[in-house]
T-cell receptor, first 114, second 113 residues
Framework: DTAVSQTPKYLVTQMGNDKSIKCEQNLGHDTMYWYKQDSKKFLKIMFSYNNKELIINETVPNRFSPKSPDKAHLNLHINSLELGDSAVYFC?????????????FGQGTRLTVV | QQQVKQSPQSLIVQKGGISIINCAYENTAFDYFPWYQQFPGKGPALLIAIRPDVSEKKEGRFTISFNKSAKQFSLHIMDSQPGDSATYFCAASVGGSNYKLTFGKGTLLTVNP
């Protein structure tokens, strides 16, 4: 059983399109995250949700809109895709804030904007 | 502003050798310091973590050394194996209700057989 699963694993799309990435966790965690890993492998937090409530929005452009329909799901919708959005997007979850608990990451979604 | 600085960027070690990766942080409010390991095509996975009330934590071949006064911490991999070849990230966060990990830029470790 995959603890944190993301779909799709690969996404190739043209500039200007709108796309969504879905994430589900079966760990019973309260907190979910989206991280972006750029071409140099730098990992940066985008959003944190706790019990479906947005906790952190790390100065991400408005074109990115996360949605958490319930505690087990956190989806990411991206409007008007730009070349610079090409990256690997990781969903993660943890039992509480990552202050002292392990964050479990999904396998990532490699987004390529052409 | 990079709050967690990691070095080296890449590291090549012979099998059986010791791999050492260093991190330094600026934010004195950080109180949780995990290391994550990432293999190609996979998400990062927690390797080992430390809180600043201890100076060292060991789990098998992996040891974190922590120097609170210097605001530095490091990962030591003893008896490095080819299977340890991966990218290693140090990270830091503020405990309690904080909800984000601040990562270093990563170290690509290659262990030659």
């Amino acid at each position: 059983d995959t603890a944190v699963s993301q779909t799709p694993k690969y996404l190739v799309t043209q500039m200007g399109n709108d796309k969504s990435i879905k994430c589900e966790q079966n760990l019973g965690h309260d907190t979910m995250y989206w991280y972006k890993q750029d071409s140099k492998k730098f990992l940066k937090i985008m959003f944190s949700y706790n019990n479906k409530e947005l906790i952190i929005n790390e100065t991400v452009p408005n074109r990115f809109s996360p949605k958490s329909p319930d505690k087990a799901h956190l989806n990411l919708h991206i409007n008007s895709l730009e070349l610079g959005d090409s990256a690997v997007y990781f969903c993660a979850s943890s039992p509480a804030g990552t202050g002292n608990t392990e964050a479990f990451f999904g396998q990532g979604t490699r987004l390529t904007v052409v | 502003q990079q709050q967690v600085k990691q070095s080296p960027q890449s590291l090549i070690v012979q099998k059986g050798g010791i791999s050492i990766i260093n991190c330094a942080y600026e934010n004195t409010a950080f109180d949780y310091f995990p290391w994550y390991q990432q293999f190609p095509g996979k998400g990062p996975a927690l390797l080992i973590a430390i809180r600043p009330d201890v100076s060292e934590k060991k789990e098998g071949r992996f040891t974190i050394s922590f120097n609170k006064s210097a605001k530095q911490f490091s990962l030591h991999i003893m008896d490095s194996q080819p299977g340890d070849s991966a990218t290693y990230f140090c990270a830091a966060s503020v405990g309690g209700s904080n909800y984000k990990l601040t990562f270093g830029k990563g170290t690509l470790l290659t262990v030659n057989p």
